[in-house]
């Protein structure tokens, strides 16, 4: 278990140290979350509800997201470093967790941005809206970067990757506006606690058949 | 060490090999040859560990952590130094005096004075020594080269040529090559394709 943690650590630290010289993933992720809801405050109608503000905050935070995720494995697309990964004998799975975990890294960078720029421009943050955050986090970074892998290895990676997660995201979207707005988000907070546990570990079981040839 | 029984590989339709029949021993150097397209790679790949076979049988006598493997990539982030690089495979195959290790083998290589630059500023010959670093890192017991003299330039395919002589007591080979004559001497066996 030592042995398994210990290479999670070293790979993810690796992918931190990449985005740290090449600030190719981080800077876009936050620019996008900005700017979109820079869009989103002068498009929503000035009367419109709290649900509404909600859902687009979710919007903002779904496909920032989905721009880490795109991002995620280029390292490893563009010289093959997936194989220098592959031949090593850790676990192929502390691939995917590393991956995760830094890719969470990255998007939790842009909500710590994200969310005050979201109660400037709509409304204040409660518990429950930055509980369902971290929640819904943890599912995206999950399921996305697997999917993340399997979509590299295809030809038209970069509309495949949209294709397979959105539909994914679906519950997550559903739990996470549901915890942000209604009156017991318990329920919500739960779902979105089930859904990661659950897609978590299909993921973590399934990196290793995703990336084998 | 390397055992194939009717080995076949397709990607989609399209069938890369197809009936491979193949032994080498422990201890053996197996050239392999072939025009471009022929299948050398999805060979090399296969007995790497990097590809399934989609026919037949391949079994592979040695674990995964003592198998080196050089392909037409050199599988270093081009962002990190050439010691960030080698230090990341040393930690990921649990290398013994990691360090030493990896200093060793950057100043054989030459590399030792480039050891803190960025991969991207190197050269493809200066890549390919640091691949070379990379693929005896752990101390593979079998080692399987695709193209290595490729890149190189006289002085880094002769450093090479030294490199395989040494290690041909001690460890396995399976080596494709375009120039074949100059391992000829050290090979016990040869498949050719094409």
Same mark, same amino acid.
């Given at each position: ?24 993933? #981080? ?23 709290? @649900? ?50 830094? #890719?969470? $890294? ?17 409304? $204040? ?13 943890? $599912? ?11 979509? #590299? ?6 509309? @495949? ?13 559903? $739990? ?38 | 060490?390397?055992?194939? %029984? ?11 090999? &197809? ?6 021993? +422990? ?38 952590? *003592? ?23 040393? *930690?990921?195959? %649990?290398?013994?005096? +990691? *360090?030493? *290790? ?12 480039? %050891? ?29 080269? &695709? ?5 190189? &330039? ?6 090479? &040529? ?5 290690? +041909? ?26």
């Amino acid at each position: 278990m030592n042995a398994y943690l210990a290479d999670v650590a070293v790979l993810a630290r690796k992918d931190l140290r990449l985005e740290l010289r090449a600030r190719s993933t #981080v800077p876009a992720m936050l620019l996008f979350v900005v700017a979109a809801l820079v869009v989103f405050h002068f498009a929503l109608p000035s009367d419109s509800s709290e @649900l509404a503000a909600n859902g687009m905050l979710w919007v903002a935070i779904v496909f920032t997201a989905l721009l880490g995720l795109t991002r995620a494995f280029v390292a490893e697309r563009e010289q093959r470093l997936i194989d220098g990964l592959l031949l090593a004998p850790c676990d192929r799975s502390a691939i995917w967790l590393a991956k995760t975990l830094s #890719v969470l $890294g990255f998007l939790v960078i842009a909500e710590v941005i994200a969310l005050p720029a979201f109660a400037l421009f709509f409304s $204040g943050i409660d518990g429950a809206t930055v509980a369902g955050v971290a929640l819904a986090d943890l $599912g995206i970074c999950a399921v996305g970067t697997v999917l993340a892998a399997m979509a #590299v290895a295809g030809r038209a990676r970069e509309l @495949l990757l949209p294709l397979l997660f959105l539909p994914l995201a679906i519950p997550i979207v559903v $739990g996470g506006v549901g915890a942000s707005v209604a009156g017991e988000p318990a329920r919500y907070l739960g779902f979105l606690a089930l859904y990661d546990a659950v897609f978590a570990i299909i993921s973590w079981a399934s990196f290793e058949y995703v990336v084998t040839e | 060490m390397i055992a194939a %029984r009717g080995l076949g590989r397709r990607f989609g339709e399209k069938r890369v090999l &197809d009936g491979v029949d193949l032994d080498l021993p +422990r201890g053996g150097f197996l050239l392999v040859t072939g025009p471009n397209g022929s299948g050398k790679t999805t060979l090399l790949r296969l007995v790497a560990g990097l590809l399934v076979p989609t026919a037949g049988e391949l079994r592979v006598d040695a674990p995964r952590e *003592r198998v080196g493997f050089l392909g037409h990539e050199p599988l270093v982030y081009r962002e990190l130094t050439a010691l960030e690089n080698l230090d990341l495979y040393g *930690r990921l195959y %649990r290398v013994a005096e +990691r *360090r030493e *290790r990896i200093g060793m083998l950057l100043e054989r290589f030459g590399l030792w004075e480039a %050891r803190n630059r960025r991969a991207e500023t190197f050269s493809r010959g200066m890549l390919q020594r640091l691949a070379l670093c990379r693929t005896l890192l752990h101390d593979p017991e079998l080692l399987v080269l &695709d193209e290595p003299f490729s890149a190189l &330039d006289e002085e880094g395919a002769a450093l090479l &040529d030294r490199e395989l002589a040494e290690l +041909r007591p001690q460890a396995t080979f399976v080596v494709s090559t375009h120039d074949p004559e100059r391992v000829a001497a050290l090979a016990s066996d040869r498949l050719a394709f094409g």
